[in-house]
Structure formats: structure tokens, C-alpha cells
């Protein structure tokens, strides 16, 4: 257990639909990234938060956002779903240096119809 | 630009045999590697890392890795595979030029026959 938590484990959603996917990090850890890993695409980064403030952006899509929460939790919100947004979602967190390693929730996995 | 590349989609090995996971990298300023271990249906596990120092490191589950600056590679080894240790891995690399940005590399799936 690496002690990063998301919710829903398991997503299933119409095209054109909204929704919102979270992440509790470690305790103690202020960093939080966000990654989408698909068969075809592999771990792509999509966005990052030291925090509260976004710190990194990647390979995210107008329709998405992201927001971190002063508890530290974020949330990543996904709007106008395609197929092609079917994937696998990942949460990391990490302490606040660039030497730390990151640590991986257990995802969370949404299919669009 | 920081980049990762791992050349081998698959490696297969038998049981007991030592194994090799390939990672070759591109930074502009010095390297922070990694290496992380995926099983079905779950999240990645850290594996270990290369900060400085010592270039060779010792990580989780018998896992070791050498880091090269010459041939800019960080390969992942183990002196002797288990059917357990068959999963994805993928080498990542954080660039101390560009933040805290981590590059994952494609992955490379590890099959150990019994």
C-alpha cells in the first residue's frame, strides 16, 4: 500500500458526460501529479501540484482540469468525454525535492461509452 | 528536452537465469532515474532511484541498478528472476533543468518462464 488513495476505482460513462476523479496523497507529501495510461499512449503526465499551486503542466487537454485542495487532496475533472478518453488515471504524490520518488494510488479506470 | 527510451517491448528469462531491463535517457542537466515496476490492474511500484553518488543502487525485492553517464543508460538488473518478479517496468527521468517533471519511458514487460 503506498498510501495514496483514489476514488472511484472503477468509472463508467457516457460520451459528452463530466467527471470528477480524487486523490488523497501520503501524508506529509505536497506534490501531487496526475497521469493517464492507455494501451496505445503509455504513462503520459498530465498535470502536477505543489501545494495548491499548479507546478507542472504535461500532455492535458482543454477539457481537463485539475485542482488542489489546501487539505492537499486534488481533484481531476474531465468534461466532454470521448472514447478516446478511456483509460486508466493515475494519482502520484511525492515530498517537496526533486530527488523524491513519486508514489502511485491504484488508479482509477474509466471507460466511456 | 528530457527523454526516456527502453528499446525492448518484452524480455523473457527463465527462472533462476539473471536478468536485464534496458533504459537509455536525455537530459539537459543532470539526471534523477528511476525505476518502477507495474503488476495487473494496479498502480506502479517504486522500485529505486539514482540521485548521486554511488553508481550502482540497490532497491526493492533484490532489484539493482547502474547508472553510466558515459552511455547515458540506467539498466535495471536482477542476479536471479522469480516467476513473481513478471510484470511492467518502466525507467522514468526527472531533469533538474526542467522542474520537477518525471519522463516514464514506453515500459517494458518482463516475462520469467518457470
Known amino acids: 500500500d503506498s498510501g495514496v488513495t483514489q476514488t472511484p476505482k472503477h468509472l463508467i460513462t457516457a460520451t459528452g458526460q463530466r467527471v470528477t476523479l480524487r486523490c488523497s496523497p501520503r501524508s506529509g507529501d505536497l506534490s501531487v501529479y496526475w497521469y493517464q495510461q492507455s494501451l496505445d499512449q503509455g504513462l503520459q503526465f498530465l498535470i502536477q501540484?505543489?501545494?495548491?499551486?499548479?507546478?507542472a503542466k504535461g500532455n492535458i487537454l482543454e477539457r481537463f482540469s485539475a485542482q488542489q485542495f489546501p487539505d492537499l487532496h486534488s481533484e481531476l475533472n474531465l468534461s466532454s468525454l470521448e472514447l478516446g478518453d478511456s483509460a486508466l488515471y493515475f494519482c502520484a504524490s511525492s515530498g517537496g525535492g526533486t530527488g523524491f520518488e513519486q508514489y502511485f494510488g491504484p488508479g482509477t479506470r474509466l471507460t466511456v461509452t | 528536452a528530457q527523454s526516456v527510451a527502453q528499446p525492448e517491448d518484452q524480455v523473457n528469462v527463465a527462472e533462476g537465469n539473471p536478468l536485464t531491463v534496458k533504459c537509455t535517457y536525455s537530459?539537459?542537466?543532470?539526471?534523477?532515474l528511476f525505476w518502477y515496476v507495474q503488476y495487473p490492474n494496479r498502480g506502479l511500484q517504486f522500485l529505486l532511484k539514482y540521485i548521486t553518488g554511488d553508481n550502482l543502487v540497490k532497491g526493492s525485492y533484490g532489484f539493482e541498478a547502474e547508472f553510466n553517464k558515459s552511455q547515458t543508460s540506467f539498466h535495471l538488473k536482477k542476479p536471479s528472476a522469480l516467476v513473481s518478479d513478471s510484470a511492467l517496468y518502466f525507467c522514468a527521468v526527472r531533469d533538474t533543468n526542467y522542474g520537477q517533471n518525471f519522463v516514464f519511458g514506453p515500459g517494458t514487460r518482463l516475462s520469467v518462464l518457470p
Open positions: 537530459v539537459s542537466g543532470n539526471p534523477y
Open positions: 501540484y505543489y501545494n495548491g499551486e499548479e507546478r
